[in-house]
Structures are given as C-alpha cells and as structure tokens.
C-alpha cells in the first residue's frame, strides 16, 4: 500500500522536472516501497525545485484529493488516479517490479468497473487517500529523523545540501512542517471541516 504514497512522491518530482524545463528519463517504483525519478535539468535552480517539490507537492495535492472527495467527487477521483497510474505505465516506469505494481493497480480498478461494483468506488477512493495521507505525514518525519541521524542517508534533504550548501537538517525540518500542516489540514476536512465552504457553489453564484 505505501506504494501509493511512493508513486505520487516520484511523480511530484517528474513533474517538477517539467514544469522548470527539464526531462524525466524514468521512473523506478520498488518492491521495497522506494522509488527514484531519472530527471535532467538546465540550471541547478530546476534541480534544487525538483528535489524539494516532493514532499510539499505530494501533500498538497493529497489534501486537495481529501477535499475533493468530501465534497463528493469520488468517481471523478478514481478516474484521475488511474489516469495517472495509466501514464506511469506507459511513459515513465521501466522496473519490472514497478510495472507489475501498476498493472495490479489497474486491473483491479478495471474489474470495479467491468463488474459495476459501485459500492466498492467509495471504498477504494477512502482506502487510497488514508495511505496517501497518513505516508505524506510520516514519510516526511522520517526523513526529518535521518536528516539527524546521517545526513548523508536523508534522501531529498541529502540531495538539496548537497546542490544547495545548506544543512540536511534544515529541509528536512521544512519537509516536517509542511507533512504537518497538511496532515492537519487533512484531517479537518475528513472531520467535516470543508461544509459550508463549497468551491463549484462559489463559482456557480459568480
């Protein structure tokens, strides 16, 4: 399951890639739960965007999934997850564990349709999102804690030291804080925090 969470860290990063101008060679999705995005850059600024774009960006986006889905979205969510989940396939991921990974993805969600499982759409969207915001928020601490532990073995916080000359430590503490934030975010809104604060109504009355 954590999978989940390791896919869309990695396509943060690819997507990070894209957006600063550079390319995305390959993704690598591990039967370990690890991953690694291959990506090229033109300028040390886009490496060090990409670098950091991990763990911020995988959880905003997780919290706008939240969202989202408490104000009823769900097939809509399911659909862009496999959309996403489709792309990988096709484009980025080369490993042979993370593409029999992907294609177990996509058969499953493909018999939740073939066989008009409706009931199990809501479960599947929550199960997800669960993962997705709870690893955004653990996943970050870790690398916080082995930011402190080795600063040589703290993954994205070790990268942005060495492209940037400050200290592990320190993005890892911003990893940190923003895992937190969102966690929190996260959580007011599965609690109901979002009722009364409805986007497509807001835009319907303009």
């Known amino acids: 399951m954590k999978l989940f969470y390791t896919m869309l860290h990695e396509t943060c990063h690819a997507l990070a890639a894209r957006l600063s101008g550079g390319k995305v060679k390959r993704v690598h999705l591990y039967a370990t739960t690890a991953g690694m995005a291959e990506t090229t850059h033109r300028s040390r600024a886009g490496a060090a965007w990409t670098a950091f774009a991990g763990y911020p960006l995988a959880s905003l986006i997780v919290t706008a999934g939240i969202y989202a889905y408490m104000q009823g ?3 809509q969510l399911l659909w862009l997850f496999a959309a996403l989940v489709a792309y990988q396939c096709i484009f980025w991921v080369r490993n042979a564990a993370g593409l029999l990974w992907l294609l177990s993805v ?13 009931t199990y759409f809501d479960l599947a969207v929550q199960l997800v999102l669960v993962v997705l915001w709870s690893q955004a928020f653990f996943s970050s601490w870790t690398v916080f804690r082995l930011a402190f532990i080795d600063k040589n ?10 492209q940037t000359k400050i200290p592990a430590v320190f993005w890892g503490f911003l990893f940190a804080v923003s895992g937190t934030v969102f966690f929190i975010i996260g ?10 604060f409805d986007i497509v109504s807001m835009f319907d009355r303009m």
Do not use: K, M, N, V
Not at 153 to 162: E, K
């Open 73 to 75: 979205f769900t097939e």
């Open 106 to 118: 996509l058969g499953g969600l493909f018999a939740l349709y073939y066989w008009q499982l409706d």
């Open 153 to 162: 073995q703290a993954g994205d916080a070790t990268i942005l030291a060495r």
């Open 187 to 196: 959580l007011w809104l599965f609690l109901g925090g979002s009722e009364g």
